[in-house]
């Protein structure tokens, strides 16, 4: 099966300016994550979809940050405007119950580099 | 969710058994243990679970003694592609919208061949 996909793998961009990333995940797949990795750590979750409903957005930056998931499938993570501290590696990731647990299957992210 | 500790790096030559260990004093009775790998430049992959002790599949196995408190991934036979930065994670298996990951900082393995 297709794993999952996400676009642009790379984005330079200046500080202060917008970025917006995509995820299409595995198809069949109701819970879509969005995280975020700096460098020498682990992933860190922003937010949480289960079908187009927002399960969890304790931890995404709401001021500078947004994410949609309008139809139940794609979704775009947004930053606007973008901070230096924001450069890292952005994973979507998809899961789906198997034999009780919500494996997770992660895309290989969007590189960002705030300048 | 209960917290890991695991260490920071490991090196191992090819063809040896890696055991990372990861200690986990606080878990919770119905929290299972989870091990992530993942490679430069991409995403983790599910690699093995385990409640209690001792689950093989054909990557890995997980030993868990009695307590629960800590916990081993053993990976027989290391070649150069074994090389990742590998998760312990602890946690409630999975609800139907609510299962969350949290990430340490992981262990970085080394294969020297």
């Known amino acids: 099966e297709a794993g999952v996909a996400q676009s642009p793998r790379y984005k330079i961009i200046e500080k202060r300016q917008s970025v917006a990333f995509w995820c299409n995940p595995i198809s069949g797949h109701a819970t879509l994550y969005w995280y975020q990795q700096i460098l020498g750590q682990g992933p860190k979750l922003l937010i949480q979809?289960?079908?187009?409903?927002?399960?969890?957005d304790s931890q995404l930056p709401k001021d500078r940050f947004s994410a949609e998931r309008l139809k139940g499938v794609d979704s775009t993570l947004k930053i606007q405007p973008a901070k230096l501290e924001d450069s890292a590696v952005y994973l979507c990731?998809?899961?789906?119950?198997?034999?009780?647990?919500?494996?997770?299957?992660f895309g290989p992210g969007t590189r960002l580099t705030v300048l | 969710l209960a917290k890991t500790t695991q260490p920071i790096s490991m090196d191992s030559y090819e063809g040896q058994e890696v055991n990372i260990t990861c200690s986990h004093n606080?878990?919770?009775?119905?929290?299972?243990i989870t091990w992530y790998q993942q490679f430069p430049s991409q995403g983790p992959r599910f690699i093995i679970q385990?409640?209690?002790t001792k689950v093989t599949n054909e990557v890995a196995s997980l030993f868990i003694p009695a307590d629960r408190k800590s916990s081993t991934l053993s990976l027989p036979r290391v070649s150069l592609s074994d090389t990742a930065v590998y998760y312990c994670l602890v946690g409630p298996r999975g609800g139907a919208g609510s299962y969350q990951l949290t990430f340490g900082k992981g262990t970085k393995l080394s294969v020297i061949p």
């Open positions: 990731a998809s899961s789906i119950r198997r034999d009780g647990y919500n494996e997770q299957f």
């Open positions: 979809f289960q079908n187009n409903g927002v399960v969890d």
């Open positions: 385990g409640y209690k």
């Open positions: 606080n878990i919770a009775t119905n929290d299972y």
